[in-house]
């Protein structure tokens, strides 16, 4: 088991936060998340009390991240690392690149031949959801690895969801990167998630000097603390980030 982190535990680190799972509790599609006001307004508050060193890192690409949140200044680190935006304009990106068309086309008649099933076109790959079709996992999972292995991208497991990726980074990599740049070079990197795909994160942080709280049941994991819920989540950064009403 983890302990619950402690509420010193952001005093002069980079705060470094997952949004599906951790922030916004999961939907049954990927645009069926809610951004509340509650939501918002911490986030407004952590920025101005982090001045710098807040970050989003997810799976979703930076553009949608941006449309989610219009107001805030932030940074955002979308599709797991591969591009980063920060307030200042400045961007890391790789070469956007295309699935084969062909491979799109196989996905697509699968999605059709198994309701429920989703495929989500990202700028760096593409989503296989089965959230909404449970039953269809192992044929998910199976056909998500031979398009892998045939075409050499990434295959990458997260929660009801098989993603294949065209470039390798992932969420490690992003934390390294915001870390190695003002103002978050020089402080500890404290990251929050719950899928496997933070894994890698929770890793990186804790080299760092840093930690990891993992959102959700317990399991085997890189991270040092866990917090419940995404309500407890809620509270607890409310809290431990000095902007508790």
Known sequence: MLPSPPH????????????????????SKPEGIRVDHRLSQLLAALSRQFDGRLAIISGRPVDQLRAYFPELSLTFAGSH???????????????????????????????????????????????????????????????????????????????????????????????SALMSVPPMRGTRPVFIGDDETDEAAFRMASRLGGAGILVGPFRPTNASYRLETVEETLLWLETAGGVAA
């Open 81 to 175: 690392g591969i591009e980063i935006l920060w307030p200042d304009g400045r961007t890391l990106k790789a070469t956007e690149a295309s699935l084969d068309p062909r491979v799109l086309e196989r996905l697509r008649r699968f999605e059709a031949a198994h309701p429920g099933v989703l495929v989500e076109e990202k700028p760096f790959g593409v989503a296989i959801h089965y959230r909404l079709a449970p039953a269809s996992e192992a044929d998910c999972r199976r056909l998500a690895a031979e398009v892998a292995d045939e075409h050499g991208y990434m295959l990458q497991a997260g929660k009801k969801v098989f993603e294949l990726k065209i470039d390798a980074t992932g969420k490690g990599e992003a934390v």
């Open 8 to 27: 010193d535990l952001l005093s002069g680190a980079s705060l470094l936060l997952d949004l599906d799972g951790t922030l916004v509790e999961i939907a």
